[in-house]
């Protein structure tokens, strides 16, 4: 059974940190483009970050660029997504996926980030 499961959210005040976590199992996690994505109170599903197989390129949403920087550890299956500076508009469900991020069954459960002060 695939498992993705995301860790790190919490409140946060303006301008602070936090790092999410996403622990996969059950494919073939190296062989995966990984990607964040987000949803925010009473909006729809926006793409934060991808990081690629093998070369590692990390592709980022022009909001969190600059702020937010995506890697990958094969070796435990595991995603992490570092973020900088953050603002209120940050605010949101957090889910990490495989492949095809805009399939429902690609993504885990989701962790809540809030950036209040």
């Known amino acids: 059974e695939e498992q993705l499961v995301e860790s790190g959210g919490g409140l946060v005040q303006p301008g602070g940190s936090l790092r999410l976590s996403c622990a996969s199992s059950?494919?073939?996690?190296?062989?995966?483009?990984m990607s964040w994505v987000r949803q925010a109170p009473g909006k729809g599903l926006e793409w934060v970050s991808t990081i690629t197989p093998r070369r590692l390129t990390g592709y980022y949403a022009r909001s969190v660029r600059g702020r937010f920087t995506t890697s990958r550890d094969d070796a435990k299956n595991t995603v992490y997504l570092q973020m900088n500076d953050l603002k209120p508009e940050d605010t949101a469900v957090y889910y990490c996926?495989?492949?095809?991020?805009?399939?429902?069954?690609?993504r885990g459960q989701g962790t809540q980030v809030t950036v209040s002060s």
């Open positions: 059950g494919f073939t996690f190296s062989a995966y483009s």
């Open positions: 996926a495989k492949g095809r991020w805009e399939d429902e069954q690609n």
